[in-house]
């Protein structure tokens, strides 16, 4: 990736050396371009999708049709992100509870220049894309940026993490007031 003088600096929130194509839970989160409120809005608690969440909720549900060895947990669409867990599994059949920290020897640092088959970031880049295609289809404003750059993820470790990660994302909804993606907490 080139160096451009003009643009600051982004910095990596991917743990260092570590392999994310290893079998694991991730979880996930994924803002809207400027954090537009175009999914849906909350009421009394409760999420209320527009066609362009529904979008989302449908191409989430497909993960699995693409990546075999995904399996999906919580998933929320809030009214300009999304969260979500995926996970990585040895093999379609088998089951995830946690993703060890570190792989020694591993440094899986990707860039979209050299994508990893079957890696966190080509699934959710995957993802990403399938859903902007669709939703700029449906508006016919093709090529617009529908997604924030990048995504938020967190390797959850044990099933203490996994269980908090679930309940945030059950929870969401009823937090928007409060939460500090609410454009009205800015």
């Not at 050396?17 to 849906?40: E, K, M, P, V, W």
């Not at 999708?49 to 979008?55: A, D």
């Not at 090529?143 to 994302?169: D, M, P, T």
Request: glycine share 6%; with cysteine; proline share 6%.
């Amino acid at each position: 990736m080139r160096n451009h003088p003009e643009r600051p600096q982004r910095r990596s929130v991917r743990l260092k050396d570590y392999d994310y194509s290893q079998r694991g839970a991730y979880y996930i989160t994924i803002c809207t371009f400027n954090h537009r409120c175009n999914l849906g809005e909350v009421k009394d608690g409760k999420m209320l999708i527009s066609q362009s969440g529904k979008v989302i909720l449908e191409s989430w549900n497909a993960i699995p049709l693409h990546f075999a060895h995904v399996a999906l947990d919580s998933f929320v669409v809030m009214p300009n992100h999304i969260h979500g867990i995926l996970m990585l599994l040895d093999d379609p059949a088998g089951t995830a509870c946690r993703a060890p920290t570190e792989k020694p020897g591993i440094n899986a640092q990707e860039r979209m220049s050299n994508p990893i088959s079957g890696s966190l970031p080509t699934i959710i880049g995957s993802f990403k894309a399938a859903v902007s295609k669709r939703i700029n289809e449906l508006r016919n404003t093709p090529g617009a940026s529908f997604w924030q750059r990048g995504y938020y993820e967190h390797v959850i470790r044990n099933e203490i993490e996994l269980n908090s990660k679930c309940e945030y994302i059950l929870n969401n909804p009823f937090k928007w007031e409060l939460d500090r993606n609410n454009p009205a907490n800015w």
